[in-house]
C-alpha cells in the first residue's frame, strides 16, 4: 500500500530519511551531546552499549532469517535504493533509529517527540522504499528495545562493580 503512494518528491524525503538511518547521523548526534550538554560516563557506556548490543543481535538474526526482501519476492516491487545486505528481517536501520531515540533523549528529554518522529519515519522509508516489510520494521524497534533492556542492565552491573575501582 505504501509503495503505491510513491511520488518523487516523497521519494527524496524518504532516501533521505534512511539514509539518516545508516549511522554516521548517530555518531554526529552523540558527538555534539558530548560537546554541547553535560553527559554523564553513565550515558556512554549505556549508549555504546545500546548500539552495541542492537548490532551484534542483528547481525546475528540478519543470517539466520535469510527473509528475501520485497523486490526479490515480488517482481512489481522496484527497490528505490540499494540495500546493504542480502536479506530483510529484522531492519536494522529501524533498530537503530529506534535505540537512538532513547538514548540521545536522556540528556535532552526536548528532543524525544522529533526523535519518535525520526524513528517512525527512518522505518517507514524502509517500507516505502521497497529494501524491507513492515514486520521487518517492527522486529526492528522490538529489537530496540530488548537491546535497551540490556544495556541498562549491562550499564547498572559495571557501574556498580567496576565505577568504584576507578575512583
Known amino acids: 500500500m505504501v509503495i503505491s503512494k510513491r511520488r518523487s518528491g ?11 538511518g545508516d549511522g554516521w547521523f548517530y555518531i554526529l548526534i552523540a558527538f555534539l551531546q558530548i560537546l554541547i550538554l553535560k553527559v554523564q560516563l553513565s550515558w556512554l557506556i549505556f549508549g555504546g552499549l545500546a548500539f552495541a548490543i542492537e548490532l551484534a543481535l542483528y547481525k546475528l538474526i540478519k543470517p539466520l532469517s535469510k527473509r528475501r526482501r520485497p523486490f526479490h519476492r515480488y517482481p512489481g516491487i522496484k527497490n528505490l535504493i540499494v540495500p546493504p545486505d542480502l536479506y530483510s528481517f529484522p ?3 529501524t533498530a537503530a533509529a529506534t535505540v537512538a531515540v532513547f538514548v540521545f533523549s536522556m540528556n535532552a528529554p526536548a528532543l524525544l517527540p522529533g ?3 525520526f524513528a517512525i519515519l527512518v522505518g517507514l522509508s524502509r517500507v516505502y522504499l521497497g529494501v524491507h ?3 521487518d ?3 526492528g524497534a522490538l529489537l530496540a528495545l530488548l537491546s535497551l ?7 547498572e552491573f559495571i557501574i556498580q562493580k567496576f565505577l568504584p575501582l576507578i575512583n
Do not use: E, P, Q
Request: net charge positive; glycine share 4%.
Open 10 to 20: 516523497l521519494t527524496r524525503f524518504f532516501v533521505l530519511m534512511s539514509r539518516l
Open 91 to 93: 531492519s536494522g536501520h
Open 115 to 117: 526523535l519518535i518522529l
Open 133 to 135: 516489510y513492515l514486520t
Open 137 to 139: 520494521v517492527i522486529v
Open 149 to 155: 533492556f540490556l544495556a541498562s542492565k549491562l550499564t
